[in-house]
């Protein structure tokens, strides 16, 4: 295949997996020790509202600044090292067919495919590779001695995404008006507005009003197929390749004790 002259970015979670990525590995984080029960249920309340209400800003920065104290300390080694050992396991059944279809209808038609999420290297891109998608852009975290340190160099939330893929787009030469976009949650607006073909799927409330209003495409993914069922193609180079996701696990992880110690769970 030629060179590639635009791209199709996507969100990760809901998008082109069935549920969080970060739900995901929940269990694997907490069985490893890097959070104890004590963390886990200080952050339980706020997994709860975000998972039931979705990612409005004052909640993703309320979190962001505490898991970023919660980290800190972190050995990133082992972090990589349980994302390892679990990631087909715990993914490969979530991944939706109808992404993986447009992945490849993307690339067909000179697309590079690139996976935008708030969650970082632990976890997107090994599931960027798992996937063969050409790039990530992901949360990246600051990383001393081979440890978090807690803070974040870059955040890819929100208008950080727009941001992230209008330098992407310029460094590759391609024409964002070109360009395809997908997400489900409003979060997302900034980045799919910034493209010519913006695509809301299985959307928050709040996107699918604006996606009503701007006349968007709804799209509705609602089957998940194992993705090593596809033969995945070699990764390509990474633009934002570290971040927060190892710490995003822990509310997670609140969220999966919170279930498990309600009658009704």
Known sequence: ????????????????IA????????????????VNRRAVLKSSFAQFVYLLQGADEDSMDKMRDYLKALCAGWSVQQVHEIVAETLHELIDPLVYAEA??????????????????????????????????????????????????????????????EVAIRELADLCGWDLADCYAYSDSVTDVPMLTAVGHPVAVNPDKALRRHATTQEWPVRVFAKPVRASRRVPTPAGSAVAYAGVGAAAAVLALAWLLSRRSSPSA
Do not use: C, N, Q, W
């Open 1 to 16: 295949m030629g060179e590639m002259t635009a791209a199709a970015f996507f969100d990760l979670d809901k998008t082109v």
């Open 19 to 34: 549920k969080s990525s970060t739900l995901a590995f929940g269990k694997p984080f907490y069985k490893g020790g890097l």
């Open 100 to 161: 993986v279809e447009l992945f490849d209808e993307h690339r067909a038609a000179g697309r590079e495919v690139v996976l935008v999420s708030s969650s970082g290297e632990e976890v997107v891109g090994p599931i960027g590779e798992m996937l063969g998608v050409d790039r990530v852009i992901a949360t990246r975290m600051v990383v001393e001695d081979g440890r978090y340190t807690g803070d974040i160099a870059f955040y890819a939330y929100g208008e950080g995404k």
